[in-house]
């Protein structure tokens, strides 16, 4: 066998195995050197040029709530709602449902303070009359504040459309007084994060915190997120079932949560209502209807599948041969018209005044809402209490086509499925542009009069007791 040679053969076995040729190359190079001098030495490689990184948009955790406490003088109890926005783009949905249970609980002439994590805007302050609008700066004995931190803030809970960060982050937070019995009610998980910091100061600074703080729970909001930081700090929020007094948007997600191995030490929960604007709307005499599909359509918002109806509508036109003859548009969060082919666009009408969405609802023939979330959603509800066929998704427990015959769950949630389904809709339409009108809910919960927060006395002595 013969012997396999590597780097540790010596340079006589080297020579060797060159043979002639080699000796002759060798020989070559030494005349060469000796007639006209070493070469001369190679250049030294350059060193690559290291670039800075470009600066991060959004370095961290952009959602978390950038204030910090201070101590205040005011040692008397003060009930204060955390909220990302009252500006007038985002006060709808969840954050109005949050405004009015804040009301609600602290209308027996309590302390109470309303600070909005966003600056406000030039109307905000007609709005809340009933509150004297304080600087942070300030410790103000005033019994009813509405306080603007003006720091970002990424998106807000219920959803409506998120508040865009208003400057970077700074390295030295904001400050905003806090007296010992300071009660907490959040509302979106950055803000329940910043209760739970507030607890701990307030712990270390004077002893001891409020027994417990409120978290209005509105979603699982966990599943706003991929798998990540927001997800993990959002899930954190339902780790101290001992100190928190969750108040459901809905027993529907209460038993959702139940389910997932999450309860509170105290727990209320209210179901859904009819805004009186649209109530207002529901007595009128109905009005003809036009071959109009309304959308609701957020794009900024993963949970309400406008990708998947966008692709359904693109497959509907395609199987319909009258498709131009039906106005498509989509209500609740400006963005560009989408081309859905054919001659037919999606065309984007934002945000509307509850007037002006009324009279959309009465006139139009067909809603697609949907809502990827154990909530029901208002729009699906509104829809089809105002006389539209609606088209919307079914998820866990949640099945709305037993709410309100107007509805149907989608039997498939695929383009091809949502196509389908809205076609059936539309033949029921144009056999019938009346029966939406007719039709009656299967459940009067949507429409009663009484309370929406019937739990309300017991959530203010109880937080007042804290």
């Not at 030494?30 to 350059?46: D, I, K, Q, S, Y």
């Not at 600070?115 to 019994?143: C, H, K, N, Q, W």
């Not at 959309?360 to 809502?371: D, F």
């Amino acid at each position: 066998m013969r012997a396999v040679s590597d780097a540790r053969s010596g340079p006589r076995e080297a020579v060797a195995r060159g043979g002639p040729k080699w000796r002759i190359r060798a020989l070559a190079r030494g005349v060469r050197g000796f007639l006209f001098g070493p070469p001369p030495p190679r250049p030294p490689r350059p060193t690559p040029e290291i670039l800075p990184a470009p600066p991060s948009e959004a370095p961290g955790v952009p959602e978390l709530v950038r204030a910090a406490p201070r101590r205040s003088v005011h040692t008397a109890y003060r009930l204060n709602l955390v909220i990302p926005s009252i500006t007038g783009p985002s006060t709808f949905g969840g954050i109005q449902t949050a405004i009015d249970l804040f009301r609600s609980v602290s209308d027996g002439g309590v302390r109470r303070r309303l600070i909005s994590v966003a600056s406000l805007d030039d109307a905000t302050g007609r709005s809340f009359a009933d509150f004297r609008i304080v600087d942070p700066s300030e410790d103000s004995a005033e019994r009813s504040q509405l306080v603007a931190l003006g720091v970002p803030v990424a998106s807000i809970s219920d959803g409506s459309p998120g508040v865009g960060a208003e400057e970077p982050p700074d390295a030295r937070p904001r400050t905003i007084p806090i007296g010992p019995r300071d009660v907490f009610i959040a509302t979106f998980w950055p803000t329940a994060l910043f209760a739970l910091d507030v607890r701990a100061w307030q712990t270390s600074t004077y002893g001891s915190a409020p027994k417990s703080f409120a978290y209005l729970i509105q979603d699982f909001e966990p599943g706003f997120y991929a798998r990540s930081a927001s997800y993990l700090l959002s899930s954190s929020t339902y780790c101290q079932p001992e100190s928190t007094v969750a108040i459901f948007n809905t027993s529907l997600l209460q038993r959702e949560f139940h389910e997932a191995g999450l309860r509170f030490a105290s727990e209320f929960s209210f179901e859904p209502r009819l805004a009186p604007a649209l109530r207002a709307a529901l007595a009128a005499p109905p009005r003809s209807r036009s071959r109009t599909i309304v959308v609701y359509g957020r794009p900024s918002k993963p949970r309400n599948g406008f990708g998947l109806i966008v692709e359904g509508l693109r497959a509907w036109r395609a199987a319909t041969p009258d498709a131009s003859d039906w106005r498509i548009v989509s209500a609740g969060e400006p963005h560009p018209d989408v081309d859905i082919g054919g001659g037919v666009v999606l065309r984007s009408i934002g945000k509307l005044t509850m007037d002006a969405y009324a009279e959309l609802l009465r006139t139009s023939a067909i809603g697609i809402a949907l809502m990827i979330s154990s909530h029901p959603s208002y729009p699906p509800l509104e829809m089809s209490h105002l006389g539209l066929l609606v088209l919307t998704n079914s998820f866990g427990e949640k099945d709305l086509s037993t709410w309100h015959p107007n509805i149907r769950s989608l039997r498939q949630a695929t383009p091809a499925g949502l196509a389908a389904d809205l076609a059936d809709l539309c033949r029921r339409f144009d056999a019938d542009s009346t029966a939406g009108d007719r039709a009656r809910p299967s459940t009067t919960a949507f429409l009663d009069p009484g309370r929406q927060f019937p739990f309300v006395d017991d959530l203010a002595r109880l937080l007042e007791a804290m």
